[in-house]
């Protein structure tokens, strides 16, 4: 473990855009260690003044859709018109998918050597909860540091994706022509999340597909309910292979954003969404420290297997693992 | 409030399908004083063996599809058939449109005087962890009191259908055709979790139209992900004041309950949902304490004003409620 700056150091470090520090910081923000946290509040008190700057662009699909291949592009179009990049992954899977955007980092071909983008590999593994506070806690950082455009990709599986589009300005879903195998990977509900789809690998033999799935998923799209924004989803093709279509996504996010940043509706979804940070950031804690404890460890297993063989109620059974940690922390 | 009975005598009630021990049973397991959750533990663990045999319908819709409506007709044809039914309400938000099911209840005319159907209004006013806590417990408890079928209706607002999501066999979603204004009410995510979708008030003049978005609405199922039991949703239309469609519902679900039960998929979800259930209630619990100290409900404002004003990081916020509460329990 490198060992830990100043807190002033950490936010002059950040403040100052260098990424060195950058780095350090998050590195800090994934720590669970108590010490860790006391030392991640400072900075990221530090650190606010200059944060929710940035766009935050939230990027699911199933794997093989080309999420790497994607951001490669797209981000490379977004630096390309001046934008500063920042690229956080959310991977709470990753004791299956281990690295997965190291790997990633590595076909960010362009991206990863472009001197306006910042590639940060997935944190380390671990509980939803943990993941997700600290990608929160790491766009504060990148935005602190002078990245005006973040996104933040989700492996499209599991609940990471919910966790992204809680954090995100615009949830964007990437999706592959043929409605069949390809969607089992993406859980019900997401696509009703999504404030655009883009149907890559619309090239070649597939284009006339990909049109195709456009228009289907455009009429479809419209009998579902509206966003609370009002802004009904749109539907595009792109290739990010062959870089196409990158400037039309571009432009239907810039719509999006001038739109509801004139009715005021991005600014209410931030607010909405900081309460949400800190009341989910509540549950979290408490849960953690629930699940920690020795007597819970020691218990839990053998409940679970009471519940499922129908021993005992599962709300009995919360109850009775509750009031065995209440007594063990009051004394 | 009426005087509580001892355990046995609750039990006993009970399982002999006593209505009257059974309402105050589950007046019981809404109660959240803590030497009635101790009696309800007692109650609910000697109910548990005749628990689960039930089938679970949940049904949700936008205020104005005719849920009450249809309730009523859809249960006189499930009583008609044989079963005994009972119809539970989950409704969160009673704070506002309280006693909406007792309002219902008188609407529900020809259930509420059938002899094979037990309506149990909604409960009192609570948190959503609250009234789901005591949904699934009301729902075993009339398991036990020999209901074969139990329906729980959510008001379609809010995160309560995804609650009821959780504790059904079958998600039934009621629709208007007109997919205009009437679906600003459902919230994203909800359609994609129903197992089927009935378009009512396909009557008179709206019939052709009702007939027009059957179809539409198929067709956009299946563009979007196939649920993890392989069983494509299906769109039926029907007329709940004319009493139509009521038997193509119940051919619907009973399809539904035949492959799902053959492929092991019902089991699995039940086990499913009993290891959510216990790990939710404890989530339920453990949130309920916090915010009901003292100490969290004097700063918890200040800290979402700050929070809002972007004085301080939500993550940060957090983390000092939950310091400040872990002191004064170590205490």
């Keep these: 473990m490198a060992p830990r700056l ?6 002059d470090g950040v403040c100052a855009g260098d990424r060195m520090v950058l780095s350090r910081a998050i590195t800090l923000v994934e720590s ?7 030392l991640a509040a400072a900075v990221l008190e530090g650190c606010q003044r200059r944060a929710g700057t940035a766009f935050r662009l939230g990027i699911t699909g199933v794997p093989g859709v080309g999420k790497s291949t ?7 179009y977004l630096t390309g018109i001046g934008h500063r990049l920042a690229v956080l992954a959310i991977d709470p899977s990753s004791e299956i998918s281990q690295g997965s955007i ?10 990863s ?4 983008a910042y590639i940060r590999p997935s944190p380390a593994r671990g509980s939803l909860g943990g993941v997700t506070r600290a990608t929160r806690e790491a766009i504060l950082l990148c935005e602190a540091a002078g990245f005006d455009y973040i996104i933040i990709e989700t492996v499209g599986v599991g609940q990471s994706e919910v966790a992204v589009h ?10 592959l022509a043929g409605a069949g195998d390809e969607l089992q990977g993406i859980k019900k509900g997401i696509m009703e999340m999504a404030d655009g789809l883009a149907i890559n690998k619309a090239d070649g033999e597939n284009l006339l597909r990909a049109q195709q799935a456009r228009a289907e998923y455009e009429t479809a799209l419209h009998l579902f309910p509206a966003s609370d924004s009002g802004w009904l989803p749109r539907v595009l093709t792109c290739s990010a292979i062959a870089d196409a279509g990158m400037a039309e996504i571009a432009a239907m996010i810039s719509d999006y954003r001038m739109v509801c940043t004139a009715d005021g509706w991005l600014e209410k979804q931030r607010h909405a969404q900081a309460k949400t940070w800190m009341h989910e950031t509540i549950g979290h804690l408490l849960l953690d420290q629930f699940y920690a404890h020795p007597l819970i460890k020691k218990n839990l297993i053998q409940k679970e297997i009471d519940v499922l063989e129908g021993k005992i109620p599962p ?4 109850t009775q693992l509750i009031a065995l940690y209440l007594q063990q922390t009051a004394k």
């Design 113 to 116: 050597r472009d001197p306006q």
């Design 32 to 38: 669970a260690l108590p010490s860790d946290r006391a």
């Design 166 to 175: 809680s954090m995100v300005d615009f949830f964007l879903l990437l999706m």
């Design 70 to 76: 994607f951001i490669d592009a797209y981000g490379t």
């Design 6 to 11: 100043s807190p002033q150091a950490y936010i």
């Design 315 to 318: 709300t009995v059974a919360a």
């Design 102 to 111: 190291l790997g990633d980092k590595t076909r960010m071909d362009r991206l």
